[in-house]
């Protein structure tokens, strides 16, 4: 069945391009001529591009920022990053990616952009074109983003993930397969710390965060003594999704809950009695380190 269709008139041209606008356009069909001219004449040498591949993903630097991590439904969803994607790129030479910002419709409160990777040697391009509301997700429901920053903020963020998958489309599966398998190493492996060291340096990030031992605990379901070179790696990535906004630490980290049966034994439960004060107190002083929250004052 034929359905009808609402016609629109088309977009109307405009009535004169300008100087600038007309350079751009030249320089722009220039620039991809060359591209390719160039890719042809000077083809990537494969064995070095593996080479370069294998050494950048042994730096610690790129192995932190090399997976994402956030949670859906009851799940965590993982994967390689964005940071993997260019660096690969980069390493495996002639390829151009971007994104592109086509149409921002303010009435309809809506971006239209393009995320595109090209292979100028092999002539293999992956492109995509979708809409960005601008809106937020949130716990409380989808807030309406108006400040000019924001919007391009999400903008950035939406169009990042497109920008990945399309150099990753590009990619041999195999050069991304190895990139991830060496950099996964390179965290296990923590820079050559020894593993003490590393949880020790784990538990005091977290806890720069808000995030105690307990809670890091109860999630990887044993206490620090025990836990693993990949127990490591993962918290790694773990504080590296909360630092970029990817995930909340309370969700990577749920606070334990307290039943009822709790709140109220703590509450038929007498409070200890306070010790007398003396004058023998003030001669000793208080400890060196109070804890937090005990309310003393040096």
């Known amino acids: ?51 370069e591949m294998r050494q950048s993903c042994q730096q610690m630097f790129l192995a932190e920022r090399a997976f994402f991590r956030y949670s859906r439904g009851s799940g965590n969803i993982t994967g390689a990053s964005v940071h993997l994607a260019r660096e690969l790129a980069r390493c495996w030479g002639n390829i151009q990616y971007g994104l592109v910002e086509m149409r921002r419709d303010d009435e309809y409160a809506q971006s239209e952009m393009q995320a595109f990777a090209w292979d100028v040697e092999k002539n293999s391009r992956n492109s995509s074109t979708f809409i960005v509301p601008h809106k937020r997700d ?6 309406q983003l108006t400040d000019m920053r924001d919007i391009y903020e999400n903008n950035a963020n939406n169009g990042a993930r497109r920008v990945r998958e399309a150099i990753f489309a590009i990619l041999p599966p195999w050069f991304v397969e190895e990139a991830k398998q060496i950099c996964t190493k390179t965290l296990a492996e923590g820079g050559g710390k020894p593993l003490p060291q590393r949880i020790a340096d784990a538990i005091r990030a977290f806890e720069g965060i808000g995030i105690t031992q307990d809670r890091i605990e ?81």
């Not at 008139?9 to 060359?34: D, K, L």
């Not at 990887?220 to 909340?248: C, M, N, Y």
């Not at 990577?252 to 709140?263: A, K, M, Q, S």
């Open 138 to 143: 949130q716990k409380g429901g989808p807030k």
């Open 218 to 298: 109860t999630k990887l379901g044993r206490p620090s003594g025990k836990w693993t070179e990949h127990d490591v790696a993962q918290l790694l990535v773990a504080f590296q999704s909360i630092q970029r906004g990817e995930v909340t630490a309370d969700e990577e980290f749920p606070l334990p809950r307290v039943t009822v049966d709790e709140i109220k034994q703590q509450a038929t439960t007498p409070a200890a009695a306070a010790p007398a004060a003396s004058d023998e107190q003030g001669e000793q002083g208080w400890p060196e380190a109070a804890a937090p929250g005990s309310g003393a004052r040096r």
């Open 1 to 51: 069945m034929n359905y009808p269709v609402e016609r629109q008139a088309p977009a109307a041209a405009p009535a004169r391009i300008g100087q600038g606008t007309a350079v751009e356009q030249s320089r722009a069909v220039a620039e991809v001529q060359a591209a390719i001219v160039v890719a042809q004449q000077v083809p990537r040498d494969i064995n070095a591009a593996i080479s």
